[in-house]
């Protein structure tokens, strides 16, 4: 029997009873794909910008990269939920990942990651994987890093859903406070709401 795949510290479904084999296979394929697009953005961003290529800067760059890839192509980048923390957001999935590299050295999924991480900083072992990515998905991750030499992305991301999630008492931001701070947030949450 497969095991499904999950991030630490998150839970995911099991799939009901009676589900056959395949479904659990295609869980297990989509979240190793979700992992893995995960890891080879930590290889880009901080090949691309080396002398901002510690952890938190790299987080910070899914959060604003996937904002613009949503306000202006209507789909986020990457699967995260952002957790409202004090220096800002943070997506929870890929700082997870952080962290195990960090403690661990290897990751409990069986992915070989292209990164490590040298206190804080993340070292690249290896070039990323483009496959994973459309041209939009690293347009918008590239001006995010072009961004981030001449401003500082903590500051930046501080934003509306930031600071309503804070003002509110959630944890993790509500997609709807991220969709509330794009332009065009009613037609996107429509898209949204409609996707799925």
Not at 138 to 164: F, P, R, Y
């Amino acid at each position: 029997m497969s095991r499904l795949l999950w991030w630490p510290s998150i839970e995911y479904p099991r799939p009901r009873s009676g589900v056959g084999e395949e479904v659990r296979m295609a869980m297990d394929v989509k979240a190793m794909e979700k992992i893995r697009r995960t890891l080879e953005a930590f290889a880009y961003i901080a090949s691309s910008n080396p002398r901002k290529s510690n952890m938190y800067n790299v987080l910070k760059v899914f959060y604003l990269a996937d904002k613009m890839h949503m306000e202006r192509y209507g789909r986020f980048i990457f699967d995260e939920e952002y957790a409202a923390l004090d220096k800002g957001p943070v997506p929870s999935k890929a700082y997870n990942l952080l962290k195990e590299l960090r403690d661990k050295k290897q990751l409990s999924c069986g992915l070989t990651a292209p990164v490590s991480l040298n206190g804080h900083s993340v070292i690249v072992e290896r070039k990323f994987d483009a496959r994973l990515f459309s041209g939009s998905d690293l347009k918008c991750i590239d001006e995010v890093i072009k961004l981030s030499q001449t401003k500082d992305l903590g500051e930046i991301s501080h934003d509306q859903a930031w600071n309503k999630s804070r003002k509110e008492g959630y944890h993790i931001m509500p997609e709807n406070f991220i969709l509330d701070a794009l332009k065009d947030s009613a037609l996107l949450k429509e898209l949204v709401s409609n996707r799925y």
